[in-house]
C-alpha cells in the first residue's frame, strides 16, 4: 500500500536558465526601423515610407522631410549644384544662447542655415531651386537665409533661369530682431525684379509655412502649390480667435481651406510634385 501512494515526481528547472532561455529566444530587432504615423497611429515600416516619398500608405499623411530628401526627390540625379554652402550667420544681436545653439544645430543636422540654394534639372530642364528645412531652427528666417534666397534669385535672373521655392518656416528668427524682418523686404524686392525680367516663380508651400514666410515671398508665386493638408498662415490660430472673439474651421489655416478661397492655386501630393512641376516649366518654356 506504501508504493501506491508514491508522490509524483518533476523535473527541477532552474529559474535563471529559464529565464536566460526566454532572453535569447526574443527576436532582435534594430531601432529606427519603423515609425508611428502622426494622424492615424498605424506603424509603419521605415523602409516602405522612404519609397513612398515619407508619405503614409494607410492615410496620406506627408511626413516632415529634411531639404536633402527633397532635393533627391524633385530633381534629376546629380544634377543638382549648391551654392553658397558656407555663409554662416555672426549673431548680430549678440543674443545670449543663440551662437551655442546654432553650432548644436549645424552638428546635428550636417547643414549650415535653415535653406539650401543652388542650381538643378527636373526632368532635363534648368531650374535655380531654394528649399527650407525645418529641422533647423524650425526654417526660421534669419539674416543668412534670406541672404541666400536673394542670391539665388538674382543668380536666376542673371542665368534667365525659373525660381522654385519650397517653404517650411516658423516665420522671423526672434534672435536676429530687425535684420530677421528686413528680409521680407529683401527677398520680395529680389522677387520683383525676377517678374520684371519675365521669370517664373514656382512656390511650393509645406507644413508649416507661417508667420514672416508667410506675409512676404510665400505668397508671392507666379504659381502656388502646397502639399496635402500642410499649415499655412500667419499668426497662430488661438491668437486669432482671441482677437476677433470667433471660432475658425477646423480646417482653417490647411492648405485645402487656401484652395478654396482662392489663396492657392493646386494641392499637390509629394509623390506627383516632380510631375507637375516639370509640366509647369514645360508650359512656360513653349
Keep these: 500500500m506504501k508504493g501506491f501512494f508514491k508522490k509524483t515526481q518533476y ?44 508619405i503614409c500608405d494607410f492615410c496620406g499623411y506627408h511626413f516632415r522631410i529634411s531639404s536633402k530628401e527633397r532635393i533627391n526627390y524633385l ?5 543638382f549644384e549648391e551654392w553658397d554652402k558656407n555663409i554662416k550667420t555672426k549673431n548680430p544681436l549678440t543674443f545670449e544662447g543663440y551662437d551655442k545653439k546654432i553650432n548644436t544645430l549645424r552638428e546635428k543636422t550636417g547643414l549650415n542655415e535653415a535653406v539650401t540654394i543652388g542650381r538643378g534639372k527636373i526632368c532635363d530642364l534648368d531650374v535655380v531651386i531654394c528649399v527650407m528645412d525645418s529641422s533647423f531652427m524650425m526654417g526660421s528666417m534669419g539674416s543668412v537665409v534670406g541672404e541666400k534666397i536673394t542670391r539665388a534669385v538674382e543668380r536666376a535672373i542673371e542665368l534667365r533661369l525659373p525660381v522654385i521655392i519650397f517653404t ?3 516665420g522671423a528668427r526672434m534672435q536676429e530682431g530687425i535684420f530677421s524682418l528686413m528680409q521680407m523686404a529683401k527677398v520680395s524686392a529680389a522677387l520683383a525684379k525676377l517678374d520684371e525680367s519675365g521669370l517664373l516663380y ?35 490660430k488661438r491668437v486669432i480667435e482671441q482677437t476677433i472673439n470667433e471660432k475658425l474651421p477646423n480646417n482653417f489655416q490647411k492648405s485645402e481651406f487656401l484652395l478654396e478661397h482662392g489663396f492657392i492655386d493646386k494641392i499637390v501630393p509629394r509623390n506627383e510634385m516632380r510631375k507637375v512641376i516639370a509640366k509647369i516649366l514645360y508650359m512656360h518654356k513653349i
Design 75 to 79: 530633381l534629376d540625379k546629380d544634377s
Design 11 to 54: 523535473i527541477t528547472v532552474n529559474s535563471d536558465n529559464l529565464n536566460n532561455y526566454k532572453e535569447e529566444q526574443k527576436p532582435v530587432i534594430p531601432d529606427g526601423m519603423w515609425t508611428k504615423c502622426s494622424k492615424c497611429g498605424k506603424i509603419i515600416y521605415k523602409r516602405d515610407l522612404q519609397k513612398n516619398y515619407m
Design 202 to 236: 514656382i512656390c511650393v508651400l509645406t507644413d508649416p509655412t507661417t508667420g514672416g514666410v508667410t506675409a512676404s515671398f510665400a505668397m508671392l508665386g507666379d504659381i502656388i502649390l502646397a502639399e496635402p493638408e500642410a499649415l499655412i498662415g500667419f499668426a497662430g
Design 168 to 170: 517650411v518656416s516658423g
